[in-house]
């Protein structure tokens, strides 16, 4: 079955840089891949996704990039601000004999300090 | 237009005894999926429900069960209670577009509590 890597597990920024989390998977029949923000308490949030059909997305200061051929992708979230501070998940599926099914990464805990 | 709501938002019970969690999905949404999150396992899936029949099942044992009803609410059920079932259980609604399952959205979970 599907399994997806993260990295980091945590991420300490100061407030106004970049951050970056990268995820890898292993099947390549995945094509759909999004992220989620979960602060203390709230279940995730859709913060972006990307399918394979498309390299890079972006959403304001957030965006994601693919590479199918290495099967990884990347958050990126560019002048940071203390309320990105979160867990953030990648999770990964494939539309055939998958349904409903999201393959989680193990989370980066992000810290974005003043 | 409404999240997908879960009741209740907690509860504590003891081993041995069963349990049954609910969630709305989001008006129009037809595909509710049950996650349970621990700071062990991760976002492990527990399975999904369409049209009020199970598509997919993840790696749990019997004891955890779903269905879904006509109005695509659902309900799962944890029998003979673990402390290892203490966790976060999260479902999440999307809509099906031409067999193919959009973005999931999710709920605020239920924390059960096993003693």
């Known amino acids: 079955g599907e399994n997806v890597e993260q990295h980091p597990s945590t991420l300490s920024v100061q407030e106004g840089d970049s951050a970056v989390i990268k995820c890898t998977y292993s099947?390549?029949?995945?094509?759909?891949f999004p992220w989620y923000k979960q602060e203390l308490g709230k279940g995730p949030q859709l913060i972006i996704d990307?399918?394979?059909?498309?390299g890079e997305k972006k959403d304001q200061r957030i965006a994601v990039t693919l590479n199918k051929t290495a099967k990884h992708f990347s958050l990126h979230i560019t002048e940071t601000q203390p309320e990105d501070s979160a867990v953030y998940f990648c999770?990964?599926?494939?539309?055939?004999?998958?349904?409903?099914?999201?393959?989680f990464g193990a989370g980066t805990q992000v810290v974005v300090t003043p | 237009k409404a999240g997908v709501t879960q009741t209740p938002r907690y509860l504590i019970k003891t081993r041995g005894q069963q349990v049954t969690l609910s969630c709305s999905p989001i008006?129009?949404?037809?595909?509710v999926s049950w996650y349970q999150q621990t700071p062990g396992q991760g976002l492990q899936f527990l399975f999904e429900?369409?049209?009020?029949?199970?598509?997919n099942k993840g790696n749990f044992p019997g004891r955890f069960s779903g269905r879904q009803f006509s109005n695509s609410r659902s309900e799962m059920n944890v029998s003979t209670l673990e402390l290892g079932d203490s966790a976060l259980y999260l479902c999440?609604?999307?809509?099906?577009?031409?067999?193919?399952?959009?973005?999931?959205?999710f709920g605020p979970g239920t924390r059960l509590t096993v003693l």
């Open positions: 999770a990964a599926s494939r539309d055939s004999d998958s349904w409903g099914k999201l393959q």
């Open positions: 990307i399918r394979s059909n498309v």
């Open positions: 099947d390549s029949a995945s094509n759909y």
């Open positions: 999440a609604s999307s809509l099906v577009l031409a067999g193919v399952t959009d973005t999931q959205y």
């Open positions: 429900y369409f049209s009020e029949t199970q598509r």
């Open positions: 008006s129009g949404h037809r595909s």
